[in-house]
């Protein structure tokens, strides 16, 4: 999986629609792009996988905790603090403990020793960071809000329905509320500067 892809399949969104050519292709691509960066907009995350380890730097906190990224495999992990590198489970735990076994990713790391350096950016984390598989109630979501979009070109300028029939209608200009509160679950309730 790459880093930010689609979250709903080109050919998953056309079997849900019914669509079974390729003319429309760009359009339903363009819709799942969007539907999913909307997505990530929401939920402050996304949802792909670095295809290697990257290095990020963060600040220790007094705490003793640091906030991270998401993060779902331990493959690649270095931790290092002021040039020493810290060893798991000795030194760190990677939390909410039972994240793993949730299918949920670490989002801090709680040092087990002193850190003595509060400098922006002393602590270099190297990690294939991200979300080892895109979760269910995501990928519905983009499909819901990708299905959205698509139709959203059979009414260029935000209004549905007939003014003649009095079912007039604007769009709304925002994730669909459906989509928000299958969300909900999901969604990170801070950003990592």
């Known amino acids: 999986?790459?880093?930010?892809?689609?979250?709903?399949?080109?050919?998953?969104?056309?079997?849900?629609?019914?669509?079974?050519?390729?003319?429309?292709?760009?359009?339903?691509?363009?819709?799942?792009?969007?539907?999913?960066?909307?997505?990530?907009?929401f939920t402050g995350r996304q949802f792909g996988v670095l295809s290697a380890p990257a290095l990020r730097l963060?600040?220790?906190?007094?705490?003793?905790?640091?906030?991270?990224?998401?993060?779902?495999?331990a493959t690649g992990l270095?931790?290092?603090?002021?040039?020493?590198?810290?060893?798991?489970?000795?030194?760190?735990?990677?939390?909410?403990?039972?994240?793993?076994?949730?299918?949920?990713?670490?989002?801090?790391l709680a040092f087990l020793v002193t850190v003595p350096s509060t400098e922006v950016g002393a602590i270099e984390i190297?990690?294939?960071?991200?979300?080892?598989?895109?979760?269910?109630?995501v990928s519905q979501a983009a499909l819901i809000q990708a299905m959205r979009l698509f139709k959203r070109k059979d009414s260029p300028f935000g209004i549905a329905g007939s003014p003649e029939l009095g079912s007039e209608m604007r769009l709304l200009s925002k994730l669909d509320p459906d989509v928000e509160m299958m969300l909900g679950s999901v969604r990170r309730k801070w950003l990592v500067a």
């Open 1 to 41: 999986m790459a880093w930010q892809p689609d979250y709903v399949s080109g050919a998953d969104f056309k079997t849900a629609v019914g669509i079974s050519d390729t003319a429309d292709d760009l359009t339903i691509g363009f819709a799942r792009t969007a539907a999913s960066r909307a997505i990530d907009h």
């Open 78 to 108: 270095a931790v290092v603090v002021d040039g020493t590198t810290l060893v798991k489970d000795t030194d760190y735990q990677l939390r909410p403990l039972n994240a793993a076994a949730d299918g949920r990713p670490w989002t801090s």
């Open 126 to 137: 190297t990690a294939t960071w991200g979300w080892t598989a895109v979760p269910g109630v």
């Open 58 to 73: 963060y600040t220790s906190p007094p705490s003793g905790v640091v906030e991270i990224d998401d993060l779902m495999t």
